[in-house]
């Protein structure tokens, strides 16, 4: 049996962030998952082998935006996966 593909979910709303984890949870997906870009970033570094999409909301309040963590995951893998909400 293979493992679950990890996917990187970045949101800044904590109950939409709860129900996406939940969902793909249920979906049979592994989540990673962030409150902010910085965050994600930073969890997309340490893990960036095992990631194979990442989902991001494309407002994060202050600081860098969803467009910022898919330009950071596609310098490392430029066909990363990337679902902009």
């Not at 340490?46 to 202050?62: F, H, K, P, Y």
Request: avoid cysteine; charge should be negative; aromatic fraction near 4%.
């Amino acid at each position: 049996m293979s493992a679950a593909a990890l996917l990187l979910v970045v949101e800044d709303e904590p109950l939409i962030l709860m129900e996406l984890e939940t969902a793909l949870e249920d979906a049979g997906f592994q989540v990673l998952s962030a409150h902010d870009a910085k965050t994600a970033m930073r969890l997309y570094g340490e893990r960036s082998a095992d990631v194979r999409a990442v989902l991001t909301d494309i407002r994060l309040g202050n600081g860098p935006t969803g467009w910022d963590v898919a330009r950071h995951a596609r310098e490392s893998v430029p066909t990363m996966p990337v679902v902009y909400v």
